[in-house]
Each structure stands twice: as C-alpha cells, then as structure tokens.
C-alpha cells in the first residue's frame, strides 16, 4: 500500500502570494508611473495671417518742370514729375553754400560765430551781382557782423552779395570756393549736381530734383540752417529788417527751405513741412522747378503737399488678443496664443505686411504666460515684435485621466 505524501500548506501558498504581491507590486508601479510621467509638449499649430491693406497714393504734381517729394524716414515715399535731368536751380544754390561754409567755419546751433569784418574786395560785389538784377542787401566796407547774421541775410532774404562774401571769407576767393563745393558734393553723392559759383546766378549751376531733395535732408539735419530757414524776420545792423523770401512759411506746415528765381530755371522752391499723424511728427521735403512765377508756385507746392500728407495711415498689425495659434493636448484641451499687446505702425502709400509667428514647446501653463512671439515685417520699416501669450490656462489633466489613458500623454 503506498503512501500519499501530503505537501505542507504553506507550501502550495506561496507561489499564489508570490503572484499576487507581484501584480500588486507591477498595478501600484503603474499607477505610480501613470500619475508622475511627464506629459510631451502639446501640438502647436499657427494661425494664418490676415494682412492689412493699403493703397497706392495719387499725389498732385504740377505739369511743368521738375518735381520731386519724399517723407523723411519713409523712402518708399519718394515720387517725381517731369524732367530728370539737371536744371538751373537758381537761389537754391545758396543752400549749397551755406553747408560748404559751415563745413570750413562751422557754428553749433545757438551761437554767433565769429566776427566777420567785410572788406573793400567784399563791398564791391553789391554793384556787380545788382548790375546782373540779383537781390543784393547794403554791405559797406568795414561794417562787422556774426557769421550766423550774415547767414541769416543770405539764406532769408537771399543776398546775393552776401552769399559771395561768405564764400570769400571761408575760402579766400570764389575760384577756391567752387573747388570746396565740387568736393563737398561728391562727399554727399549729389551726383547730379554742378556749383560753379555761389549765389545761384549761374544758369549753370544745375542739379535734379532727387538730388535737391537729398540736400534739402542735409539742411534740414544742420541745426544752424534748420533755424535760419524757418525765421521769417529778423533785424540785423545796417541791413535793416529783412523778411524770409519764402511766402509759405508757416502755412500748411511749411518750415522752410530755400526759393528760387532765374529767367533760365523759372520760379523754384526746395521746401519741407511737418505734420502730425500717427502720434509723431513727420517730415515731408520737395522741390519744384520751372514754375512761371511763385504766387502760382506755391498754389501748386499747398497741393502736393497736401496729397502726401493724406496718404499717411496708420496700420494695425495686430490688436491684443488676436490669435496666432494653438495649443492641442492629448486630453482634447485647447489654448490660443494671443497678442500680448495691440502694434501699429505709421506707413505711407502701399505697404506690404506679413508676419511670422514662434511658438514655444509648452505642456502645461498658466493664463497670460508668454509662450512665443509674432514677428511682423513691413515694406521699409524696421521689423515688430510682439510677445505671444497663453489666452486660458492649460492644466494637468489629473491622476483619473492619466491612469485611464496609458500611453497617450
């Protein structure tokens, strides 16, 4: 008879508990694992954009001579009308002059300068540029002024006289002037334009339009000029009280600069005019030449001017809050990223936009987080940047989502 060998009931329990802790131990690990597991970014997704429209200006130009307008900082403003080859541009050459002078004897905005006696030699070109029937002003021999007093009667009441004694007295005489303006052009790459003498009562001294609107920038930059050209009066000894030969100034904006007047270059004015649009202050420089007298001139300058000037817009490149993507998580929550803040930008005619924008790798993040940027390019104007931003908070899904959806965060 055989015996039935029994085994100890310990024994055939432990595998199960072995198997049961082991289950334990592998659920709790899960679970564990489930709730602590960092999440993968959310997808992110880029709105397309919506760029604003603008138009291409009609400006009034007159149908003689030759024109030419630009606002300041804004090159894709620049137009012309009529000739582009050089013309006589008269007066204006004491533009010219007054930047080559202040090159050899320079003057800070503010101060006088220095004393200039003016001499027999100096005197004697009163009669000669009067026989010619160009402006002239009283310069006795001896009679001292400030060079920026002499400044002021050359540039305002357009002297032609005191344009050729400056000369003298920066350079000696007009022959050495002419090489100093010859030099000074090339300097400035005003190509187009040729300056044999200083007063302008040269028919041949000639330049083009874009080239008189490259000087009128220089002037303008010049604090010395700047202020003379805008004074329409002043007082100075033995000259007596002289007015600004340019009519416009003060009207529409009008600050100066320089006119014009030859049988062969017609009646001409290099002028510039501020306006306020956009909250800043805009520059707008011309010059029209050939123009039969200067009351119907300046008719036409209040025009063109006026067209520029109504083609400045304002451009919203974004308003806060707009939306320039999406973030997609795996638990079906969406967030936008939005504008920070709202960007607008001043522009003048037709102007394209486009904008590009970055997206940062985010999981989770709160209300108002900076999550990228949108960067903004704008037909000549520097590139905008503007911060991006979570609109509504991306939270953690909780424990219960996590331990239900293995493997999908």
């Given at each position: 008879m055989s015996r039935v060998v029994r085994r100890p009931r310990s024994a055939v329990r432990r595998p199960v508990t072995i198997s049961v802790i082991a289950v334990l131990v592998?659920?709790?690990?899960?679970?564990v694992a489930a709730a602590v597991v960092p999440f993968a970014p959310a997808s992110a997704t880029t709105t397309t954009y919506s760029a604003p429209t603008s138009s291409v200006p009609a400006l009034s130009f007159p149908g003689y001579g030759a024109t030419a307008v630009e606002a300041t900082d804004f090159p894709e403003s620049l137009r012309t009308s009529g000739d582009t080859k050089p013309r006589s541009i008269a007066s204006i050459t004491k533009v010219v002059t007054a930047l080559v002078v202040l090159d050899e004897k320079?003057?800070?905005?503010?101060?006088?300068g220095p004393a200039i006696t003016f001499t027999p030699k100096m005197e004697s070109l009163y009669a000669k540029y009067a026989a010619l029937n160009g402006e002239v002003a009283p310069m006795p021999a001896g009679l001292e002024l400030t060079e920026h007093q002499a400044f002021q009667v050359m540039l305002m009441k357009s002297a032609n006289n005191y344009a050729g004694a400056l000369a003298i007295w920066a350079f000696g005489s007009i022959a050495e002037y002419e090489q100093a303006a010859t030099k000074w052009l090339e300097e400035h790459d005003l190509d187009d334009t040729t300056i044999h003498e200083p007063t302008g009562l040269d028919p041949d001294n000639t330049s083009t339009a874009t080239d008189l609107v490259d000087l009128g920038q220089l002037a303008l930059a010049n604090p010395v000029v700047k202020e003379i050209v805008g004074t329409k009066d002043v007082t100075i000894p033995t000259v007596?009280?002289?007015?600004?030969?340019?009519k416009l100034l003060g009207l529409d904006g009008i600050e100066g600069i320089k006119t014009g007047t030859l049988d062969e270059a017609g009646a001409c004015l290099l002028f510039a005019a501020t306006y306020e649009r956009g909250g800043r202050d805009v520059t707008v420089i011309g010059v029209m030449l050939g123009g039969v007298d200067h009351d119907s001139l300046?008719?036409?300058?209040?025009r063109l001017l006026r067209s520029v000037a109504d083609n400045f817009q304002v451009v919203t490149l974004t308003h806060a809050g707009q939306t320039f993507g999406t973030f997609s998580t795996p638990w079906q929550d969406e967030a936008d990223a939005v504008s920070a803040k709202a960007a607008e930008v001043l522009v003048w005619?037709?102007?394209?936009v486009r904008a590009k924008a970055h997206l940062d790798r985010v999981t989770l993040g709160t209300k108002g987080e900076r999550v990228g940027k949108v960067r903004f390019t704008v037909t000549d104007h520097d590139p905008v940047t503007v911060p991006l931003v979570l609109e509504r908070a991306i939270d953690d899904p909780g424990v219960w989502w996590r331990w239900t959806n293995p493997f999908q965060g």
């Amino acid at each position: 008879m055989s015996r039935v060998v029994r085994r100890p009931r310990s024994a055939v329990r432990r595998p199960v508990t072995i198997s049961v802790i082991a289950v334990l131990v592998l659920a709790v690990g899960y679970l564990v694992a489930a709730a602590v597991v960092p999440f993968a970014p959310a997808s992110a997704t880029t709105t397309t954009y919506s760029a604003p429209t603008s138009s291409v200006p009609a400006l009034s130009f007159p149908g003689y001579g030759a024109t030419a307008v630009e606002a300041t900082d804004f090159p894709e403003s620049l137009r012309t009308s009529g000739d582009t080859k050089p013309r006589s541009i008269a007066s204006i050459t004491k533009v010219v002059t007054a930047l080559v002078v202040l090159d050899e004897k320079p003057m800070a905005a503010g101060e006088s300068g220095p004393a200039i006696t003016f001499t027999p030699k100096m005197e004697s070109l009163y009669a000669k540029y009067a026989a010619l029937n160009g402006e002239v002003a009283p310069m006795p021999a001896g009679l001292e002024l400030t060079e920026h007093q002499a400044f002021q009667v050359m540039l305002m009441k357009s002297a032609n006289n005191y344009a050729g004694a400056l000369a003298i007295w920066a350079f000696g005489s007009i022959a050495e002037y002419e090489q100093a303006a010859t030099k000074w052009l090339e300097e400035h790459d005003l190509d187009d334009t040729t300056i044999h003498e200083p007063t302008g009562l040269d028919p041949d001294n000639t330049s083009t339009a874009t080239d008189l609107v490259d000087l009128g920038q220089l002037a303008l930059a010049n604090p010395v000029v700047k202020e003379i050209v805008g004074t329409k009066d002043v007082t100075i000894p033995t000259v007596g009280e002289i007015e600004n030969s340019n009519k416009l100034l003060g009207l529409d904006g009008i600050e100066g600069i320089k006119t014009g007047t030859l049988d062969e270059a017609g009646a001409c004015l290099l002028f510039a005019a501020t306006y306020e649009r956009g909250g800043r202050d805009v520059t707008v420089i011309g010059v029209m030449l050939g123009g039969v007298d200067h009351d119907s001139l300046d008719v036409d300058v209040q025009r063109l001017l006026r067209s520029v000037a109504d083609n400045f817009q304002v451009v919203t490149l974004t308003h806060a809050g707009q939306t320039f993507g999406t973030f997609s998580t795996p638990w079906q929550d969406e967030a936008d990223a939005v504008s920070a803040k709202a960007a607008e930008v001043l522009v003048w005619g037709k102007t394209k936009v486009r904008a590009k924008a970055h997206l940062d790798r985010v999981t989770l993040g709160t209300k108002g987080e900076r999550v990228g940027k949108v960067r903004f390019t704008v037909t000549d104007h520097d590139p905008v940047t503007v911060p991006l931003v979570l609109e509504r908070a991306i939270d953690d899904p909780g424990v219960w989502w996590r331990w239900t959806n293995p493997f999908q965060g």
